[in-house]
């Protein structure tokens, strides 16, 4: 779906104001998936705050495979990360765009 200008406006503004990718998809009637792809393009991470321990996101990954996936994009397209860890393109993708997102706030936060 192509978002207007004044929609990545309004996305943008809202997530430097801490609003999650899903608050903001419901106001803006958008898909979640879009609106969250948006905030990763744009350096904000669609899904802040900490979930329960024994809550993990659909199709989501543990730290483990954060790990490597970090140490194999040391010298491995996204592609060839997909491939070797049996996972959608997509999803190794934005997921490397949200820890990147969150690997960047951690050292703003700590300076």
Not at 1 to 12: A, H, W
Not at 71 to 90: D, H
Request: glycine share 10%.
């Amino acid at each position: 779906m192509k978002l207007t200008d004044d929609q990545i406006e309004q996305i943008e503004s809202w997530a430097e104001k801490g609003k999650s990718g899903q608050w903001i998809s419901g106001q803006l009637s958008l898909k979640p998936a879009t609106v969250c792809y948006r905030m990763l393009l744009a350096g904000f991470d669609p899904w802040p705050g900490k979930r329960n321990g024994n809550h993990k996101q659909r199709g989501g990954f543990s730290p483990e495979e954060d790990a490597q996936m970090l140490e194999l994009g040391k010298t491995l397209s996204v592609y060839k990360i997909s491939k070797l860890m049996g996972r959608p393109y997509t999803s190794i993708r934005i997921r490397l765009m949200t820890l990147e997102v969150r690997a960047e706030k951690a050292l703003a936060g700590a300076a």
